[in-house]
């Protein structure tokens, strides 16, 4: 079974450009996580898509960052402009497919893209 | 704000030792997970314990969870150098909404190193 695919792996921008992240989830997976990771810290998370909606984004900075999932598999997450402090790992995870009676999914992670802004 | 929080931030073993990582967290959970991440890749679940669940196996990994003292502590016995990896402790995001996947708040994580 293939992974979550993320795309580039590696961005180097100067600040007030825009930059754009691709994730492929795992085949059949409901939903997708984007996580902004920081150096020396845990995952933080920006958005969740249930199919193609969005679930929770309260911790998205919306004045620069936005993600769409239009048909409900691959996603995209765009940050413009982007600042200094954006400089982080961008991780995408998805999951199968959540019912409370079932409990609990585990979440599949890429391997991350990141990003330095200079 | 981050929910959980390892102790130690970093810790460093010989091969053969055993290692043991803490997790603390403040608000009531539904379940806990602990996810490994090698340096510069993605992160890999290793194991979840229910919040009824006191503690769990998973071959050298050994998870308990005190929900009285909200806390878990992750234990792998028989270290090797391939467990050089950072850890972290995940936990979700009461109440878990029907028909909605888990929102996982994760710790700092422990940066682990064992050495030949």
């Known amino acids: 079974e293939a992974g979550v695919a993320q795309s580039p792996r590696y961005k180097i921008i100067e600040k007030r450009q825009s930059v754009a992240f691709w994730c492929n989830p795992i085949?059949?997976?409901?939903?997708l996580y984007w996580y902004q990771q920081i150096l020396g810290q845990g995952p933080k998370l920006l958005i969740q898509f249930q199919n193609n909606g969005v679930v929770d984004d309260s911790q998205l900075p919306k004045d620069r960052f936005s993600a769409e999932r239009l048909k409900g598999v691959d996603s995209t997450l765009k940050i413009q402009p982007a600042k200094l402090e954006d400089s982080a790992v961008y991780l995408c995870a998805s999951s199968l497919s959540p019912l409370r009676d079932r409990g609990p999914d585990t979440q599949y992670f890429g391997p991350g893209t990141r990003l330095t802004v200079l | 704000s981050q929910q959980g929080e390892e102790d130690p931030q970093a810790l460093s073993i010989q091969e053969g030792e055993n290692a043991t990582m803490n997790c603390s967290y403040k608000?009531?959970?539904?379940?806990l997970q602990w996810y490994r991440q090698n340096s510069g890749r993605g992160l890999v679940h290793l194991i979840l314990i229910r919040s009824n669940e006191r503690e769990k196996h998973s071959g050298r990994l050994r998870v308990t969870l005190d929900t009285s003292k909200k806390s878990s502590s992750l234990l792998i016995t028989a270290s090797r150098a391939a467990d050089t990896a950072s850890y972290f402790c995940a936990t979700d995001a009461p109440p878990m909404i029907y028909n909605q996947g888990g929102k996982l708040i994760f710790g700092q994580g422990t940066e682990l190193s064992v050495k030949p």
């Open positions: 085949s059949g997976h409901a939903t």
């Open positions: 608000t009531s959970i539904n379940n």
